[in-house]
C-alpha cells in the first residue's frame, strides 16, 4: 500500500561529517502512521486505523502482530512499557513489565562461590519473570481503546494460523539461535523443520501460537493468565527447575504510572518513569545539556560530543546507584529529574578534559543484539503511543512452552543479581535493583513523546539494552537542537557512553577523525573501532498537520499510513 502514499526512499547523509550514507525509509502522511521493527506488524496498525481504529487499537493490533511475526523481540511471554498521548494532550504511562516471581530470591543466580551463574541468568526458566504483555495490552485497550478485543487480535491471528513468508532477517536470525533453540524440544519444533531452520521464502505457520492467540481473543487476559495456557507455564516450570506458579500468572497486574515529564527549549518531554531507567536519564541529560547551545556547536562536532560524553557518564552513574522498583524502593526521582539537580551534577564539567568515571562513582564491553523492539503510532485524532517491548536478550531464554507456541523472557538478568557485577549489558547495579518476589527489574526502555504548546511533536524509543536511553537522547537532540527531519534525526550516527565501562563507542560516520583525535586528547577513552548499529529507533515526527514516520534505517522493518 505504500506507493499510495508519498513515500520517499532516500539518501540521508550525516550532516557534518559527510562520511556516512545511510538509506532509510520513510513515508509522510496526515491520515495515521505506525513505524516498527516489521512492514507486516506495521500494516496491521494501519488496518486498524484505516477501519477507524484509534493509536491504542492500531498498537495493541501491532504488538500482537509483532509476537509472531518479530519473535526474537514482539511477545506474549514478555514486557514493556506503553506511553500514551490522549487527544486531550494527557499523557499516560503504562507499566507491562515483568515481576519477579514469589518464590525469587536475592541470590537467586549466586553459585556455590558467590559469583553469578551467567548460565542460570539468562538460559533457564528461572531466568523468566511473570510475563506483562497480554495483561497491558489488554488492560490499555480496555480503557482507551474503540475497537473489540477480538478485532484486535484478528490480524496476529491470521497471521499465525495462516502463516507467513519468512523474509532473509528472520530466518538469519533463527539460524543463528539454533544451538539455544535446539536446548529445548519445544522450540526446535517452533523454529526448524526437523532440525533444519526455515528459510528465507519458507511459509511459517506457529498454529500453537495461533491456538495461544484464539484463547485471548475468546477469553481475555484469562486465556493466558489462567486455564491451559498458565497450567502449561507452570508444569514446565516444574519440569524443568523453573519457580512461577499458576498464581505468580494469575496475580499479575499491569500499573498504570505518571509518567517522568520535563522541559527542553520550550518543549516537554514526557517518558517512562521507574521501574525504566529511561525516562529519568534522558531528562537528565537533557536537563545537564540544556544550558549548552548544542544547535550552534553543532551536530558531531567536539564540543557537542564531548557534552554528550560527559552528561551520560553522569546519568548512568547515578542509575547505578538510585534506580529500581518504586513499589519496592524509594526511587529519589523528583532529585534526579530537577534542573537544580543537574546544574549541581554537570558543575564539575571541564569543557577540555574527560571526566575518569572512576572519580564519579567496573564493568566489562556488552554485547548488542537486536533484543527488544520499540514502535510508535500516530493517529489522525492526535493520539499517539510509542511501546517498548521485550523477551530481554533476542528470543528471551529461548524457551518455548509446550503446546502454547510462547517464548519465555530471561527478564531477570536485567537485576543486580549480585552488586557492582554487570549484566548482560554491561550495567551494573546495587540494592535499588536487586531481586525480590513480585518486583520489577530495572529497565532502560525508554518510549518517549515530546509535545510543543500542547501539541504532538515527536514519538520514538528504541531497543538496544542499556544503549537505548543514548538513543532517545540523540534522536530527540537531532530534532530540536539541530533541527533535523525525521529522517535525518532518526538516520545519523549515534555514540554511546555509559559511565562504566569509561569507553566511548560510536558508529562508523558519527566523528571525524579530527574530532575523535581531539576526543582522545581530551582524554577520552575507547574511540577504537567504529561500525555497529546502535539503536533502532522507529519514530514519527509531526511537523503542523504532516506526519514523518520512520523505520530506522540499522535493521529492516516499515513504516504503513496515510
Ligand atoms: N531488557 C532490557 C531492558 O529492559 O532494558
Known amino acids: 500500500m505504500k506507493s499510495r502514499f508519498l513515500l520517499t526512499l532516500s539518501l540521508v547523509a550525516a550532516a557534518l561529517t559527510g562520511a556516512v550514507t545511510t538509506l532509510a525509509e520513510t513515508l509522510r502522511g496526515e491520515g495515521g502512521m505506525v513505524a516498527s521493527r516489521s512492514d507486516l506488524a506495521s500494516e496491521v496498525g494501519r488496518q486498524i ?54 518464590a525469587a530470591h536475592r541470590d537467586m543466580f549466586l553459585d556455590a562461590k558467590g559469583d553469578v551463574d551467567r548460565n542460570l541468568a539468562v538460559n533457564s526458566l528461572q531466568s523468566s519473570g511473570v510475563p506483562g504483555t497480554v495483561a497491558g ?65 519458507d511459509l511459517w505457520i506457529q ?84 544550558p549548552y547551545e548544542l ?19 553522569r546519568a548512568y552513574a547515578d542509575r547505578a546507584e538510585y534506580l529500581g522498583d518504586p513499589d519496592f524502593v524509594d526511587v ?30 567496573a564493568g566489562s564491553w556488552p554485547e548488542e543484539s537486536p533484543q527488544t523492539t520499540h514502535f510508535s503510532v500516530v493517529d489522525g485524532q492526535g493520539m499517539a503511543v510509542a511501546m517498548t517491548t521485550t523477551l530481554n536478550r533476542s528470543f528471551g531464554n529461548r524457551i518455548v512452552i509446550p503446546g502454547t507456541g510462547v517464548l519465555m523472557n530471561n527478564e531477570m538478568d536485567d537485576f543486580s543479581s549480585k552488586p557492582n557485577t554487570p549484566n548482560s549489558y554491561g550495567l551494573i547495579g546495587r540494592d535499588a535493583n536487586e531481586i525480590a518476589p513480585g518486583k520489577r527489574m530495572l529497565s532502560s526502555m525508554t518510549p518517549t513523546i515530546v509535545m510543543k504548546d500542547g501539541e504532538l511533536r515527536l514519538v520514538t524509543g528504541s531497543p538496544g539494552g542499556s544503549t537505548i536511553i ?15 527531519g525525521a529522517e535525518q534525526a532518526v538516520a545519523s550516527p549515534r555514540i554511546h557512553h555509559q559511565w562504566l565501562p569509561d569507553n566511548v563507542r560510536f558508529e562508523t560516520g558519527a566523528l571525524s577523525d579530527e574530532v575523535a583525535t581531539a576526543l582522545r586528547a581530551m582524554g577520552h577513552k575507547g574511540l577504537n573501532g567504529a561500525g555497529f548499529g546502535i539503536g533502532d529507533a522507529n519514530t514519527i515526527v509531526k511537523d503542523g498537520a504532516m506526519l514523518e514516520g520512520v523505520s530506522d534505517p540499522r535493521s529492516v522493518g516499515g513504516v504503513a499510513g496515510f
Open 49 to 102: 486505523l484505516q477501519q477507524g481504529g484509534n493509536a491504542i487499537d492500531a498498537a495493541v493490533a501491532t504488538a500482537f502482530a509483532l509476537a509472531v511475526v518479530y519473535p526474537s523481540a514482539g511477545n506474549l511471554g514478555g514486557g514493556g512499557f506503553l506511553l500514551i498521548a490522549l487527544e486531550d494532550g494527557r499523557v499516560l504511562a503504562q507499566d507491562n513489565r515483568e515481576k519477579a516471581p514469589g
Open 137 to 201: 495490552l489488554l488492560d490499555a485497550l480496555e480503557l482507551h481503546g474503540t475497537l473489540t478485543r477480538q478485532a484486535v487480535i484478528a490480524p496476529a491471528l491470521r497471521l499465525a494460523r495462516e502463516g507467513f513468508v519468512l523474509n532473509d532477517d528472520l530466518a538469519g536470525q533463527f539460524a543463528d539461535n539454533l544451538e539455544g533453540f535446539s536446548r529445548h524440544e519445544a522450540s526446535l519444533a517452533v523454529f526448524t523443520r526437523g532440525g533444519e531452520p526455515y528459510k528465507a521464502g
Open 207 to 290: 498454529t500453537d501460537l495461533a491456538d495461544t492467540l484464539q484463547r485471548i481473543s475468546d477469553e481475555g487476559r484469562d486465556g493466558f493468565y489462567k486455564g491451559p495456557v498458565a497450567a502449561a507455564i507452570a508444569a514446565e516450570m516444574q519440569r524443568n527447575n523453573g519457580i512461577m506458579t499458576t498464581d505468580d500468572l494469575s496475580s499479575y497486574q499491569p500499573v498504570w504510572r505518571e509518567p517522568v515529564h520535563g522541559t527542553y527549549r520550550g518543549h516537554d518531554v514526557y517518558s517512562m518513569p521507574p521501574p525504566s531507567s529511561g525516562g529519568v536519564l534522558l531528562l537528565q541529560m537533557l536537563n545537564m545539556l540544556e
Open 295 to 313: 544547535g550552534r556547536l553543532g551536530y558531531g562536532s567536539t564540543a557537542t560530543v564531548h557534552l554528550m560524553i560527559e552528561a551520560q557518564r
Open 332 to 361: 529519589p526521582a523528583q532529585q534526579l529529574l530537577s534542573k537544580e539537580y543537574a546544574r549541581q551534577r554537570f558543575a564539575d564539567f571541564d569543557p577540555a578534559r574527560a571526566t575518569d568515571s572512576a572519580s564519579i562513582g
Open 470 to 484: 543514548n538513543t532517545v537522547l540523540q534522536v530527540v537532540l537531532n530534532v530540536l537542537d539541530h533541527g533535523m
